[in-house]
């Protein structure tokens, strides 16, 4: 029996290691409170056992020949039996405390539970057998990469994407097989991910065969590192995606082609309307009465504001039906003012106009307001005002506060009378109300040192004729 247990008893209840004393054959003399939380038992009951009670069945011949083997200290590792049944790993170093003639007295057992080590080891054996499964069967191209581009590592995919064998690839580095054109643009995405400048990277690049076929892929590149941080390979997935370039390209040449087409017809849909513009000024020059040839002018001037839009979307670079309204406002200001022939007396344009892009429903009403208020402030603002330099302020841009558009258009002439402020006497007025209706807006109207349409109003819904046709034949 070990001599002195209770001198060891203060120094063992601190260790956060469990600690068991028994004797050689194994019948427990005492543990620490560490043990007996590691087990599940108490002290006392644990001094009733032998060390095999706590050894799952498998491991305890296993523990038995380490100790026949060593007569001072072995170490191993072994599952140990919690009270409740379950099982769990320990790291066990066990050793002989012997008397003075050599002669074991007791043997001491220094327990740690390694479950989560064991757990993590387990993990990462199935993750690693996972991983091989996956890189070999999955329909992607897969290699690891080193960072002098060679090739460690490929599955068949890849062999069969590049037409070469396994063999053929690892003994060649991976550059070689780039596109010629490609290669600097892969090398520096390279570069950043080995420094960590970037995580990962995608890239569309060219590759060729061994039949010296040219085709496209999609690379897809993450860093490998080494336990100390270190990057030290790639991941590489491709994908051939020849097929679908090939397709995007068909699908790109058929977009311009189609809209080569619609611009074509904004082009012959402006001619037209120039046509019936000219037109009505013909017929304009055989009336005498200057009432009927200013409605004839007035007509005139409503056509070319809905054909200026549709030369704008013949010269657009934006979007297909969407216009730069802006530069819209500022064409057809300029036109009004050289239409109704002010040269004597110019009109100095004030115009606030944000980049806004719009879609032809809301463009046209816009733009035919614009119109009819412009043309009532050139033909009446200033008739009896001689000593006011005529100005047209308009200003169109973002509402500040919420997803709406604000148009502002203002004069500084003799303002409109109560009459014709408050009804729809003019054609004009009525239009505008009209159009105001059209866009689901709203029109304030005032008349402080001249005449001020304030329309708010949020951008129509635009649906896609284009789009609708083609899903109606497919």
């Not at 993450?222 to 790639?234: F, H, P, Q, T, W």
Request: glycine content about 4%; hydrophobic content about 35%.
């Amino acid at each position: 029996m070990c001599s002195d247990p209770q001198n060891l008893k203060q120094f063992l209840d601190i260790l956060p290691l469990g600690v068991i004393l028994a004797e050689p054959q194994g019948d427990i003399l005492t543990a620490n409170p560490a043990s007996a939380k590691l087990t599940g038992y108490t002290v006392a009951e644990l001094q009733k056992l032998n060390t095999d009670n706590l050894s799952h069945p498998n491991d305890v011949f296993k523990e038995k020949l380490e100790r026949q083997r060593c007569n001072t200290h072995y170490q191993m590792e072994k599952r140990f039996k919690h009270r409740d049944g379950h099982s769990f790993w320990v790291d066990l170093t066990g050793i002989y405390l012997k008397d003075a003639q050599g002669q074991p007295q007791c043997l001491m057992l220094l327990v740690q539970d390694i479950s989560d080590r064991k757990y993590a080891e387990t993990v990462f054996v199935e993750n690693e057998r996972r991983f091989r499964q996956i890189f070999e069967e999955v329909p992607v191209g897969m290699a690891i990469i080193g960072f002098n581009h060679r090739l460690l590592r490929v599955n068949h995919t890849l062999c069969d994407i590049l037409g070469y064998s396994e063999a053929e690839l690892l003994s060649r580095p991976f550059d070689v097989l780039t596109h010629p054109e490609d290669a600097m643009q892969d090398a520096l995405l390279a570069k950043q991910l080995y420094y960590g400048r970037i995580p990962h990277y995608q890239v569309e690049k060219r590759c060729i065969r061994k039949d010296q076929q040219v085709i496209w892929v999609l690379l897809t590149a993450y860093v490998l590192r080494n336990d100390k941080g270190k990057a030290i390979n790639s991941l590489a997935m491709i994908r051939d995606i020849t097929k679908q370039k090939l397709a995007e390209a068909a699908i790109q040449h058929d977009l311009q082609r189609k809209e080569l087409c619609i611009k074509e017809v904004h082009h012959r849909v402006k001619n037209n309307l120039h046509v019936i513009a000219n037109l009505l000024e013909l017929q304009a020059q055989t009336i005498d009465d200057p009432q009927i040839t200013a409605l004839f002018y007035d007509s005139q001037n409503r056509i070319y504001a809905m054909s200026l839009i549709h030369e704008q979307l013949y010269h657009s670079n934006h979007q297909l039906g969407q216009i730069e309204f802006a530069s819209y406002l500022q064409n057809l200001v300029d036109n009004l003012c050289m239409s109704y022939g002010l040269y004597q007396r110019p009109v100095r344009q004030k115009l606030e106009l944000e980049t806004i892009t719009l879609n032809t429903e809301t463009a046209v009403p816009c733009g035919l307001i614009v119109n009819e208020v412009v043309t009532n402030s050139l033909k009446y603002a200033w008739r009896d005002l001689t000593n006011v330099q005529p100005e047209i302020y308009i200003s169109f841009k973002k509402h500040p506060s919420q997803n709406q558009l604000e148009l502002i258009i203002r004069d500084n002439g003799i303002g409109l009378s109560p009459e014709h402020q408050n009804t729809d006497k003019t054609l004009g007025l009525r239009l505008v109300r009209m159009l105001v209706r059209q866009l689901d807006g709203t029109l304030e109207i005032k008349n402080d040192a001249g005449t001020q349409f304030k329309i708010t109003f949020t951008e129509l819904a635009y649906r896609d004729r284009l789009q609708l046709y083609e899903g109606s034949n497919s």
